[in-house]
C-alpha cells in the first residue's frame, strides 16, 4: 500500500496568518491527491481533488499544489472556522490512503 | 440534495457480525460507485471498501478482506457492509460516501464498538 505521512501533526496558527501542511506519498501518485477537513464528530468535507482543484463552495483562502510524492495544502489568511483536522487522501493505487491528518488550532 | 444516512451501529463482542446500510438519495443511485470509509476513536480516516456502480466489482483493505462484504441494492437505493469475525481493531466510525476515488459526499457515520 501507498503510504501517506503528513506534517506537522498539529500547528497553532492566529488568524490572518498563512498556514501551510505538507502530505508526502510512499511512491508517486502523479497528481492523485484529494485534501479533507473534518471537525469534531463531523464527517469529512472535501476541499481539494487532483493535488489542486478547489471543491465548489470552497473558499478561496485554502489552495493545494504538488506532485509526484509531495504536496502541500495552504490557507492563505487563516479563519476562526478554519480549526479543524485536515488529511490528504491518494487515490492512485487500487488501495486507497488517508494521510494521519494535520490538526489546526488557533491561537 | 444528496443525502446519504448510515445505520446499523452497535456494541457487540469480538467474533459477532453486524450489516451496517447506508441509505441514499437526490442521486441517480446506481451509476455511482459507493465506498466505506472508517475513523477509529481519535484517529485517521482509514479507507475500508467499495462497490462499482450497477456492475458490481468490489475492492476491499487488506484488514478487512476474507472478513467483510460490501453489497449494493440498487432498487432501494441501499449499500451494505456485512462485517463478520468482528475484532476490537474494528471498533470506529463507519462512513460511507459517494464515489469511488475522492468524496464529496459522505453519510453522518454510524459507530461500531467491539468489546468483551
Known amino acids: 500500500d501507498i503510504q501517506m505521512t503528513q506534517s506537522p501533526s498539529t500547528l497553532s496558527a492566529s488568524v490572518g496568518d498563512r498556514v501551510t501542511i505538507t502530505c508526502r506519498a510512499s511512491?508517486?501518485?502523479?497528481?492523485?491527491l484529494a485534501w479533507y477537513q473534518q471537525k469534531p464528530g463531523k464527517a469529512p468535507k472535501l476541499l481539494i481533488y487532483q493535488a489542486s482543484i478547489l471543491e465548489s463552495g470552497v473558499p478561496s483562502r485554502f489552495s493545494g499544489s504538488g506532485s509526484g510524492t509531495e504536496f502541500t495544502l495552504t490557507i492563505t489568511s487563516l479563519q476562526p472556522d478554519d480549526s479543524a483536522t485536515y488529511s490528504c487522501q491518494q487515490y492512485s493505487s487500487y488501495s486507497l490512503t488517508f494521510g494521519g491528518g494535520t490538526k489546526v488550532e488557533i491561537k | 440534495e444528496v443525502q446519504l444516512l448510515e445505520s446499523g451501529g452497535g456494541l457487540l463482542q469480538p467474533g459477532g457480525s453486524l450489516r451496517l446500510s447506508c441509505a441514499a438519495s437526490g442521486f441517480t443511485f446506481n451509476i455511482y460507485a459507493m465506498t466505506w470509509v472508517r475513523q477509529a476513536p481519535g484517529r485517521g480516516l482509514e479507507w475500508v471498501s467499495v462497490i462499482s456502480g450497477s456492475a458490481g466489482k468490489t475492492n476491499y483493505a487488506d484488514s478487512v478482506k476474507g472478513r467483510f462484504t460490501i453489497s449494493r441494492d440498487d432498487s432501494k437505493n441501499t449499500v451494505y457492509l456485512q462485517m463478520n469475525n468482528l475484532k476490537a481493531e474494528d471498533t470506529a466510525v463507519y462512513y460511507c460516501?459517494?464515489?469511488?476515488?475522492?468524496?464529496?459526499?459522505w453519510g453522518q457515520g454510524t459507530l461500531v464498538t467491539v468489546s468483551s
Open positions: 460516501a459517494r464515489d469511488q476515488y475522492f468524496y464529496s459526499h
Open positions: 511512491q508517486s501518485i502523479s497528481s492523485w
